[in-house]
């Protein structure tokens, strides 16, 4: 096995020796453009496109989650608020909800006539991103003196307090008839977003909105590639590893500890507004304590801490359910005689998968570098340790 | 900065016993001076100024949080001895309660089956779901944690999450998608005595009578016999306990199956009290369990019963008081945030290295 491995290490050496020194750039203005002509390639309204969307759209929630959980190690059970928070900032900007206010902020089409608020999709998706940061720093302020499992309890209370104001929100009154949510029933006949040249956006044309959330993931990807190698993203693992020796080395842990949780939350807020609009309402039904899990799941599945691992969980557990188990493999029992459809035992198989491939390989698909040295660097001095007693390297037993 | 450490010592020792009973104490007063409708006559409301009402809800929260206590005990334990929250438990729970309401069939007990029969049958029934609740929790650790040991510390708990997953599908096709009311087998509803006004129900009498005698046979059993020493042990220290010769593999395993046959014997309540099971069932008991586990001090056994009638006794305030109990559960999720806050070990847990 290790040969193998060092043998696959000299090839990739080798590849790179002979590739100029500009093609991992290349390589990914060529994915880039290959995600872009995607859509030409499917129906146009087909169900494989709207599963592309939204698992698109679920890959910007685990990069965001990602940062909190596997940058910065505060492990966070209540990520469907930022969800919630999100989409109900499009419910409240881009649509009639709030039929007393007439304000309208470069919107086209009858949105521009239309009684409430309604704001342009681009400012939309900023507000969310700001409301969400700063519900993040309040959600992670009672965190800070706690660790591990306990800040998973906090984080936890909050999304399902959250939960319980969305379903509830029809008790609360702003004045003149107004509430804060529509609880169950939703807030429906949100506006589309409109973005010139790309095309309608209505539910039988999928292909803008793919290039929509499709460009709010290369953003977001980017800025969780920079901030990875940053002073602040350094900061995170650092806290991550040992918060005494790092803020004994100087790094402010309040604010880092805050920034990670903001972060994260602005990204889930983005995509939240995003599937706001797209599944043309904000119901207090889709905003379960079980899609903080769904997302979490991504994210451990991934590698904890990977960008990649992140990108490759969102995607596969978002075709996994809207795609695989809806549409290609509901039919199998059927075809095999049985008499009952998929999706009747589709949690189950969808638990059965997590078991699988956590039993299977624990530490995720594509597990980050510095921790898949840290693991193998254990190994190691475990193997000295019981080789010659004096040749172990010391490491921590454990990571908080 | 000294009256703000003078401060947060005083908040952390009596911040949380304020906060827990500033609901009695408010509605005590008010029940007392304000007074309560108690009834119409001739369309008159009748106003009350006793303690009937709010020894009502305290009673009706006490049984209530018998089950908790019961489901926040396997937490408690599994917790205390690998760290792990256990998402799947309350849904364990929930298969104890389809097992003990497909076992009433079994063994042909109906409301009208005679007190001696139901007795006995019931007996059974409890001892059943025990056992098949506590061999399930076993299995699933067996399967799911057990090979995840030195495994980075997540990856057990999405196992959890996904056995949860594969648990309530099992419920789904089992019983159907909705909520299913059961035969009322004990009538629990009937009043057996009288408390002064307050009048006692049969189902508060077996909720917490079942409760008292498993909490404490357990403590007993952890405190006293050998296995109990080595469940102690292992939650200390796995490492050395192994070093003394502690199967601690077993021991993981035995702590599970205590959990799961306590959660069994919540189930067979559940059912008879509630007279309504479904599902999705588990999942909010899980919740609700293990907030109560971490408000009395998770690892600890006396904690979990005592977080798990609180948090009954904050219900069933919540319920009967505040807008028709829709919230209920931001209530009690604010109490988890306010004791993380005020005071992260729990009304009974020592200082551990991660909430200190």
Redesign the interface.
């Known amino acids: 096995m290790n040969e193998l491995r060092a043998q696959l290490k000299e090839w990739r050496a080798a590849i790179d020796r002979v590739l100029p020194s500009w093609w991992p750039r290349a390589l990914a203005f060529a994915l880039i453009g290959i995600g872009i002509v995607l859509p030409f390639a499917f129906s146009n309204n087909s169900g494989f496109m709207n599963a592309t969307i939204i698992a698109v759209a679920y890959v910007v929630m685990s990069l965001g989650l990602n940062i909190v959980v596997g940058f910065a190690g505060l492990l966070d059970l209540g990520y469907v608020a930022f969800y919630a928070l999100g989409a109900y900032t499009l419910g409240w900007f881009g649509s009639d909800f709030f039929f007393k206010a007439k304000v309208h902020v470069g919107v086209h089409g009858i949105a521009a006539h239309e009684i409430g608020i309604h704001l342009n999709f681009i400012l939309i998706l900023i507000a969310a991103a700001v409301i969400c940061a700063l519900a993040g720093i309040l959600i992670g302020l009672p965190t800070l003196r706690l660790r591990g499992d306990y800040i998973a309890i906090v984080t936890l209370a909050f999304g399902e307090i959250i939960g319980v104001v969305a379903v509830n929100g029809t008790d609360i009154h702003l004045g003149g008839g107004m509430t804060l949510t529509a609880g169950n029933f939703g807030i429906s006949a949100v506006d589309a977003p409109y973005f010139p040249g790309i095309g309608q956006f209505n539910l039988l044309n999928l292909r803008p909105w793919y290039w929509l959330i499709f460009a709010i993931m290369l953003v977001v990807l980017f800025v969780n590639l920079r901030l990875r190698d940053s002073r602040l993203g350094r900061a995170w693992v650092a806290l991550r590893e040992d918060e005494v020796a790092a803020v004994s080395m100087g790094i402010p842990s309040v604010r880092t500890k805050l920034s990670a949780y903001a972060m994260g939350a602005a990204f889930g807020g983005l995509s939240g507004a995003f599937l706001g609009t797209y599944f043309t309402t904000v119901n207090a039904g889709q905003f379960q304590f079980g899609f903080s899990i769904f997302i979490l799941a991504m994210v451990i599945i991934g590698g904890l801490g990977s960008i990649w691992g992140a990108v490759a969980g969102g995607l596969l557990l978002g075709y996994i359910n809207y795609y695989l188990i809806p549409d290609v493999l509901n039919s199998l029992p059927s075809k095999l005689g049985l008499n009952f459809q998929l999706v009747t035992i589709e949690i189950g198989i969808y638990g059965f998968l997590l078991v699988l491939v956590m039993v299977l390989r624990p530490q995720g698909l594509i597990p980050e570098r510095r921790r898949r040295l840290e693991l193998t660097q254990q190994i190691a001095a475990t193997d000295a340790e019981l080789g010659e007693p004096t040749g172990g390297i010391q490491t921590t037993g454990e990571a908080p | 900065m000294r009256p703000i450490a003078w401060a947060r010592r005083w908040l952390g020792r009596w911040g949380l016993i304020i906060a827990l009973a500033a609901l009695p104490v408010l509605y005590l007063i008010h029940d007392l001076t304000t007074g309560y409708q108690a009834g119409l006559v001739n369309g008159h409301a009748v106003i009350h100024h006793d303690l009937t009402r709010i020894g009502l809800n305290v009673v009706q929260g006490l049984s209530n949080g018998s089950i908790w206590a019961l489901i926040a005990i396997g937490y408690t334990l599994v917790?205390g001895i690998i760290?792990l929250?256990n998402?799947a438990h309350g849904d364990v729970f929930m298969i104890g309660s389809f097992t003990a309401v497909g076992l009433y069939s079994v063994f042909g007990l109906t409301p009208s089956t005679g007190a001696v029969g139901l007795i006995f049958g019931l007996l059974a029934v409890l001892v059943v779901s025990m056992i098949v609740c506590g061999s399930l929790n076993t299995l699933i650790e067996r399967?799911?944690y057990k090979?995840?040991r030195g495994?980075?510390?997540?990856?057990?708990?999405?196992?959890a999450?996904?056995?949860?997953?594969?648990l309530?599908?099992?419920g789904?096709?089992w019983r159907g998608g909705s909520p299913e009311s059961v035969p009322d087998l004990i009538n629990q509803g009937q009043t057996v005595f009288h408390i002064s006004a307050l009048p006692i129900q049969r189902g508060y009498i077996l909720a917490i009578g079942v409760m008292i005698p498993l909490v404490f046979g357990l403590s007993w059993f952890v405190r006293s016999t050998r296995l109990g020493r080595a469940m102690r042990a292992t939650a200390q220290d796995p490492e050395a306990a192994r070093l003394m010769g502690i199967n601690v593999n077993q021991t993981i395993s035995l702590t599970f199956l205590i959990g799961g046959g306590l959660a069994g014997a919540a189930g067979l309540i559940y059912a008879l009290y509630q007279t309504n099971i479904w599902y999705f069932q588990g999942?909010k008991a899980g919740?609700i369990a293990?907030?109560a586990a971490?408000m009395g001090g998770i690892g600890n056994i006396a904690g979990a019963v005592l977080g798990g009638l609180i948090i009954g006794v904050i219900q069933s305030f919540s319920d009967n008081r505040l807008?028709g109990g829709?919230?209920t559960?931001?209530v009690v999720?604010?109490y988890?945030?306010l004791i993380?806050?005020l005071r992260?070990r729990g009304l009974l847990g020592e200082e551990t290295?991660?909430?200190?």
């Open positions: 917790y760290e929250i998402f399967v799911g090979p995840l495994a980075p510390k997540l990856a057990p708990l999405i196992t999450v996904g056995f949860s997953f594969i309530q599908n099992v789904l096709v999942f919740l293990f907030t971490v807008a829709e919230w559960e931001a999720f604010g988890l945030i993380m806050v992260p290295r991660e909430a200190g």
